[in-house]
């Protein structure tokens, strides 16, 4: 397919069983992928077909079955690789979801290398997912936890991020995407600096890695977490990326079965990465579910499934910013992904929320998992559409239309 | 048109019931979710064992502004004997409408902040289970 050509949501939704269903009787617009996207027909198909032909535990087992499956389960993994350009299957850690692969390494990483002479450091805009561990991480080490603030326009403040990273730095945690603000950081540039001055870089791309093209030798990135459940695969699954040297070099984080190579009754050896960060039987039918969703992805093309985004999420901010009394917080629309989250004057997101489920349309409120995001923007709580692959003009159309009659029903 | 936003909960939460300050109430108590940002505070005056008047301040959704609203009705003149024998279901009788458990949070939070008003954080207990 031509990288010129515009993505076609209508036939793409026809791959997409979930919106053959109605809600409440009237047909679904689904605006909150950034939580969790929905899952095409091939995805589901891949993983029911394995449960159905090639289902058996992975590793070390000697029959056809166990052989299969381990097989499918490896070319996911060689499959992703090659979908964020990583330089070896290796460097695929599965873990459940980012979460999983940031505690994995600030438990792993963060317990065996931080000391109270070191600093932390990560941004104002973060999920709660790439903040709370290094506070924990922080508090068990003595390390000290900074952070850089977000500028009044939704993006992070590279002069502070400078003064910020010293030589006591020893890892830079920070998202490639917003999930409120929708703000896209320069990830290579403050890789660079964050190993200008020796730390290593975690690139949070649980809202990147399913909407933008991925390249982490581009970004010379040492970790990146992302999730599969938000990239049109099944929940359970996520990545970590690790640079093979600071994999190998980084005990193990959860202890069991496939992550050893001996063990005695006195001790153990572990197994080469990344089987050493996977204990016990793995989540292996998502696994291949998750090579599904890289293949669709792959097929769309990542630069039109971004390109297709941009087009959307411009149409919806202007839309949206024309009406009486809605704010969007974040930058314009030429620095964001396919995220807005919004204040309605007068009226609460969850009123938003519920007024606008009744109407088939699905936005979540709250606080998104970033209660400090919100905070900077004196809001305890917003309003969030977001976009994907799926989603249209003509959503955007039924979103605004529902808008301007929920504020006329609750402050008329 | 919508079971959540009945006549009667839009009615109470555009024109609040007992919004407003009391001077020198006997019991004042302020909670919040900091969830959604909904937060009520609501000031007493007890006699004889009742509730002779009830004022509340508060900021949230249609759902938590109405409840105190029509909550604060409620109450008075009420003992404070049956006070406590009041929870989830007497809110919802309340309301009129079914909730989630979401929106049963926002719900209960003018409740929550009525008891504890009067017997302090102990007395909140039956509702935190929501």
């Known amino acids: 397919m031509s990288t010129t050509q515009g993505l076609d949501p209508r036939r793409i939704r026809e791959d997409f069983p979930i919106f053959g269903e109605r809600a409440r009787g009237k047909p679904l617009i689904y605006l909150d992928s950034t939580a969790s996207a929905q899952k095409p027909r091939q995805v589901i198909d891949a993983m029911t077909s394995m449960y159905e032909h090639a289902y058996a535990n992975v590793h070390r087992g000697i029959y056809e079955l166990s052989e299969r499956a381990t097989q499918m389960y490896e070319d996911a993994r060689r499959n992703i690789a090659r979908f964020i350009n990583a330089r070896s299957h290796r460097e695929i850690v599965f873990v459940r979801n980012a979460t999983e692969a940031i505690n994995l390494v600030a438990y792993a990483w963060g317990l065996s290398h931080l000391t109270p002479e070191d600093e932390i450091l990560v941004t104002q805009m973060e999920h709660h997912s790439n903040l709370v561990p290094w506070q924990l991480v922080a508090a068990r080490t003595g390390a000290r936890l900074r952070w850089v603030p977000i500028t009044p326009d939704g993006h992070l403040d590279m002069d502070a991020a400078d003064r910020l990273l010293n030589e006591r730095t020893r890892l830079f945690a920070f998202t490639a995407m917003s999930n409120v603000l929708g703000t896209i950081t320069p990830v290579r540039e403050l890789v660079s600096r964050a190993h200008s001055v020796g730390a290593l870089a975690l690139v949070d791309g649980a809202q ?127 620095d964001r992904g396919g995220v807005l989250a919004f204040v309605v004057e007068g009226v609460h997101p969850h009123d938003v929320a519920a007024f606008l489920d009744y109407e088939g349309i699905a936005v979540r409120a709250g606080h998104h998992c970033a209660q400090p995001v919100h905070d900077a923007y004196g809001v305890p709580a917003t309003a969030r559409a977001s976009f994907y692959i799926y989603n249209d003009r003509e959503d955007v159309d039924r979103l605004v239309d529902a808008l301007r009659r929920a504020i006329r029903m609750f402050t008329g | 048109m919508y079971d959540l936003y009945a006549e009667e909960i839009l009615d109470h939460y555009k024109f609040p019931r007992n919004r407003g300050k009391m001077d020198n109430p006997d019991r004042v108590y302020h909670d919040h979710n900091p969830l959604c940002g909904d937060e009520v505070t609501i000031m007493l005056r007890i006699e004889d064992g009742r509730v002779k008047d009830v004022k509340w301040e508060g900021q949230g959704c249609t759902i938590s502004m109405a409840s105190a609203s029509m909550l604060s009705e409620a109450v008075k003149g009420k003992s404070l004997e049956e006070l406590r024998t009041w929870g989830k279901e007497h809110v919802l009788d309340l309301l009129g409408i079914p909730l989630g458990p979401v929106r049963l949070k926002c719900a209960l939070l003018p409740l929550k902040a009525l008891k504890a008003a009067v017997w302090g954080l102990e007395g909140t207990e039956e509702h935190e289970e929501t």
Request: hydrophobic share 45%.
């Open chain 1, 208 to 334: 990147s890695v399913p909407h933008l093209p991925t390249d982490v030798q581009a970004w010379d990135a040492d970790f990146v977490a992302f999730s599969g459940h938000k990239m049109l695969g099944p929940t359970g699954i996520g990545v970590l990326y690790g640079k093979r040297a600071l994999l190998e070099e980084m005990p193990p984080f959860l202890a069991g079965g496939e992550m050893i190579r001996e063990v005695t009754m006195e001790g153990a050896t572990w197994n080469d990465v990344p089987y050493k960060f996977e204990a016990g039987t793995p989540a292996v039918v998502e696994a291949v579910g998750l090579g599904a969703a890289v293949d669709y992805l792959r097929e769309l093309g990542m630069e039109r499934v971004h390109a297709h985004e941009r087009a959307l999420v411009a149409y919806a901010y202007d839309r949206l910013s024309a009406l009486d009394g809605v704010r969007i917080l974040g930058p314009g629309p030429e």
